[in-house]
């Protein structure tokens, strides 16, 4: 493992399915680490996500992680250094707009997960929510947004907000010194290029399982484009 490399590496951009298959391969490697497995060979972690051997190979490369021992890559040592890509040496802090029953669901299912990302801070203009707390997440008036957010050093936020008020959310978001977005909203919002934001819309992940699932297809796999 050659540390300069990675410092080199971790300073790039590194491609978006790689930073996806990172987060996958430490979720697995944190089961693996559960269950008493100290080393994993490249093809077995592959297997585990439908891809190839070399393509594991690939990524750990991009980051600067290599491996000599004849046992495989050390579980524990590639959590660690896979966390040293991924995550903010400090930590950063998430706040959540709208807290219907995803972000609460969200909220439960996401805090303690990651000990460098936390939600902080909910926000809503509901007075039944505002004042309360979910998952010990207290909600906060959208009124104080920025304020809250600059208070708490929140820096990412997940937008759960009624689609139709989806848009107006886009300037107090960016006043806040946001710099990334989890969009949960069927809208595409239009933010600053320096807000690095990720659409997820459910329906149009469901409607794509569905067309897969129809069952009019010869050959069931979807081409990669």
Do not use: W
């Not at 944190?30 to 497995?37: F, P, S």
């Not at 021992?69 to 706040?95: C, M, Q, W």
């Not at 505002?130 to 809250?148: K, L, N, S």
């Amino acid at each position: 493992m050659n540390t300069d490399t990675a410092l080199l590496t971790a300073a790039k951009r590194l491609p978006e399915r790689t930073v996806e298959r990172l987060s996958e391969y430490r979720r697995m490697l944190l089961e693996c680490l559960k269950q008493g497995k100290t080393h994993i060979y490249s093809h077995e972690l592959a297997s585990m996500h439908g891809i190839t051997a070399v393509q594991v190979r690939r990524d750990l490369m991009l980051i600067g992680f290599s491996s000599d021992t004849k046992k495989g890559y050390d579980v524990e040592v590639l959590i660690d250094f896979i966390g040293t890509i991924l995550d903010s040496s400090a930590g950063l802090n998430v706040g959540v707009i709208g807290m219907g029953n995803l972000a609460q669901a969200v909220t439960h299912y996401f805090n303690g997960k990651r000990s460098k990302l936390r939600i902080t801070a909910a926000f809503d203009v509901d007075p039944g929510k505002v004042g309360h707390t979910v998952a010990g997440v207290p909600c906060y008036h959208m009124e104080t947004f920025a304020e809250t957010a600059r208070r708490l050093d929140i820096r990412i936020v997940i937008l759960t907000s009624p689609s139709s008020v989806a848009a107006g959310m886009v300037e107090p978001i960016t006043e806040a010194g946001i710099r990334g977005v989890l969009n949960f909203t069927s809208t595409p919002l239009n933010f600053p290029d320096d807000i690095y934001v990720e659409d997820y819309d459910i329906i149009t992940l469901l409607e794509k399982v569905a067309y897969f699932s129809k069952g009019d297809f010869s050959d069931s796999v979807a081409v990669q484009d």
